[in-house]
């Protein structure tokens, strides 16, 4: 699996033809189908490729790769692991990750765009007892995303998801939020609340407090976006040390057809 990914990677990245514009600021081609963690109702145009890449604490990297099978409809695989970044033996994850989503309203002048799903994959170390990422995967969701003229684009998105990893004891229903602003053609800036009701009865993890994350996401151009990151800014996790977390993401965005 984790030999497929890079060939697959490698081969987009230098075989297919580059040519539009990326995911973040007014002028942007792509819809977002996450702000940093939260699953927006974004979804791939049919014959889109996208790739992603996460850079994250503990030499944690996480590829992704997605596909607009259909109108409305895209499915994924991903994986990745930590100490990936670093010195000594990689940790890879135990399974991969998979994610689809299917859009069932699209967003009009007074509605919002409506998007359920499936991602399988969490963040951060994955920790075999109690059988959980560091940041719970979203597991089935419904997303709800709907943009505004504001100076370019002010977006706001909600999310109410049920992770399958419940083995700590927390198998509550979860809420999510999240904004984001453009800043001319080329930039965002984005940040999401994370509520953490499903994370915040165990000793270990999560304080109660949530998850608090913002971003910075660049349109480079010929469809790669970079994203900057500020983490866990409420210090909401207790397995590691008080401060907030810095994490990187690179967007690749091409349609096949």
Do not use: C
Not at 119 to 140: L, T
Not at 148 to 153: I, V
Not at 170 to 185: A, C, S
Request: glycine share 14%; charged share 15%; proline share 4%.
């Amino acid at each position: 699996m984790r030999t497929l990914l890079l060939i697959i990677t490698a081969f987009l990245l230098t075989v297919i033809p580059i040519h539009s514009q990326g995911s973040a600021g007014a002028a942007a081609k792509y819809e977002y189908r996450f702000l940093i963690d939260m699953p927006t109702a974004g979804i791939l145009d049919k014959g889109n490729v996208g790739i992603t890449n996460d850079i994250l604490p503990f030499g944690v990297l996480i590829t992704r790769l997605e596909v607009g099978v259909f109108d409305n409809i895209s499915f994924g695989i991903s994986y990745g692991g930590s100490n990936i970044i670093g010195t000594g033996s990689p940790k890879w994850y135990k399974w991969p990750g998979v994610n689809f989503r299917a859009r069932i309203i699209n967003e009009t002048t007074v509605l919002p765009a409506i998007t359920l799903g499936f991602d399988s994959q969490g963040k951060g170390e994955y920790f075999s007892e109690p059988g959980r990422y560091a940041i719970k995967s979203p597991g089935f969701f419904i997303a709800g995303s709907k943009n505004f003229e504001l100076m370019g684009y002010l977006s706001f998105h909600g999310l109410i998801n049920y992770s399958l990893e419940h083995n700590d004891g927390d198998g509550f229903l979860n809420l999510i939020g999240g904004v984001e602003k453009t800043l001319g053609p080329n930039f965002s800036i984005l940040g999401e609340y994370d509520f953490g009701f499903n994370d915040n009865s165990s000793d270990f993890f999560g304080k109660g407090t949530g998850y608090l994350n913002a971003a910075v996401k660049w349109s480079v151009g010929n469809g790669f976006t970079i994203g900057l990151e500020l983490r866990d800014i409420l210090q909401n996790k207790k397995w590691a040390p008080n401060a907030a977390d810095r994490g990187i993401t690179m967007e690749f965005i091409q349609s096949i057809f």
